[in-house]
């Protein structure tokens, strides 16, 4: 195998930056190919916590390749700073770190219109990071979105981005209220001064990743955010604006679905969610704040808390069909060591009626009642096992059990934030 997907099955925060950083001991190049730096992948080694946002995982690696694909919107200066942080933590990422040129570029322009929307929308905003993400998807949507290969071109970015901040400003006066003037000479100045900073990263990775894929290197491929937050197939509205599920791979990454070998998916042994939008097992009372507290559920991105309930079953496995899992990394089992009874949802009720599909809008979602098994907890510790046959009776029910429902196995179990608080079952490269 020579290509290996990695995505989120819940609403995101699942651990993937664990589990990518963990699995790219064994690939040559990781893959970012959606989203920008809404994203947070918290990365614990020898006790010190790495926070990312655009990089990969794989970064903290040396001599692995990282590659931000052209499905991505990119923040010029976020990228900047987080290769400065790279090099301040002696992971040079010269000659090992590749940008797509046609991936679009966030301005500050995205952002304002984030906050905008958000403020007229009120009560029901989604609760988006307002770091511009899904503006910049709105231009690339409407063609008239800017790419880091336009920047290239002076007369040409001058043109677009002159068009652009018109355009944003009447929008934001007239449309929300908003009144804001953009300066084009800074935005200008400010943009160039970034890119020729990261202008030697930039590179046509479409070819990049096809010819290593066509050379038999390992190319993993690291998802963002989460299937239930997918654009098309996530609980929408209340979605990211991207595809974050393994059906954003080869539009984000310029490859054929056919080179996608194994896509394994990552899931808590519970559940989160950040922002707004239905969440049915959610817990707000002590359980909750018991799971929020043992499992430091705080945003890496917002550092906002992160809603909590019991594992949802059901949600998890139509990520599971969504993306055709060939298997599930189970994160966070430790979090659940405090609990006498564990609850699990392997279905849901709409109008008194067990109904056997995920309810594909937010209303319905909002309605349904989660049905729970009931399994015994171990309360025991578990984060020092490196066994699964070390681990306690009830905890390797507690995996059966979730086996048995998805029809998938799971190879990893991680009990812990760092590299070697894991658990592995079977190897998956």
Request: with cysteine.
């Amino acid at each position: 195998m020579s290509t290996l997907a990695i995505v989120g099955t819940q609403w995101g925060d699942e651990g993937k930056g664990k589990i990518v950083d963990i699995l790219s001991e064994g690939a040559d190049y990781i893959v970012r190919y959606q989203g920008g730096n809404n994203a947070g992948h918290t990365v614990v080694v020898n006790g010190v916590k790495y926070v990312l946002h655009l990089l990969p995982s794989g970064i903290l690696h040396d001599g692995k390749k990282c590659v931000l694909g052209n499905g991505m919107v990119i923040d010029l200066e976020g990228l900047w700073n987080e290769v400065e942080f790279i090099k301040r933590v002696g992971k040079s990422p010269e000659g090992r770190l590749f940008v797509s040129e046609r991936a679009h570029v966030i301005f500050p322009y995205h952002k304002a219109l984030d906050a905008a929307s958000e403020k007229l929308k009120g009560d029901g905003s989604i609760g988006t990071t307002l770091k511009g993400i899904g503006p910049a998807y709105r231009d690339k949507a409407g063609r008239v979105g800017i790419r880091i290969a336009d920047l290239k071109d002076e007369e040409s970015f001058k043109e677009k981005l002159r068009w652009n901040i018109r355009e944003k400003e009447l929008t934001l006066k007239h449309v929300y209220n908003y009144p804001v003037s953009f300066n084009f000479d800074e935005i200008y100045s400010h943009t160039m001064r970034i890119y020729e900073k990261v202008a030697d990263f930039v590179c046509d990775t479409v070819s990049l990743l096809n010819r290593a894929i066509d050379a038999q290197e390992r190319v993993l491929f690291e998802g963002a955010q989460a299937t239930l937050l997918d654009i098309d197939v996530g609980t929408y509205p209340f979605v990211t604006s991207s595809n974050s599920s393994a059906l954003g791979i080869p539009a984000g990454a310029g490859v054929s679905p056919k080179k996608v070998e194994k896509v394994y998916g990552i899931a808590k042994a519970y559940t989160t969610r950040v922002g707004g939008g239905p969440f049915p097992t959610e817990l707000k009372d002590n359980t909750g704040e018991l799971l929020r507290a043992r499992g430091h559920e705080y945003g890496s991105t917002t550092g906002r808390p992160r809603r909590c309930g019991w594992l949802d079953l059901f949600a998890v496995k139509f990520s599971a069909q969504v993306n055709q899992l060939d298997g599930l990394v189970i994160t966070k089992l430790d979090v659940l060591d405090a609990f006498d009874q564990i609850k699990v949802c392997v279905g849901y009720e709409l109008n008194g009626q067990l109904i056997d599909r995920f309810p594909s809008t937010a209303r319905e979602l909002e309605q349904v009642k989660p049905v729970y098994e009931t399994l015994p907890g171990w309360k025991q510790k578990t984060t020092n096992v490196k066994s699964f046959n070390e681990l306690p009776e009830e905890a390797k029910n507690f995996i059966k059990f979730v086996e048995d429902y998805l029809g998938i196995p799971v190879p990893i179990i991680s009990t812990g934030p760092q590299r070697d608080e894991t658990v592995i079952r079977e190897r998956i490269w």
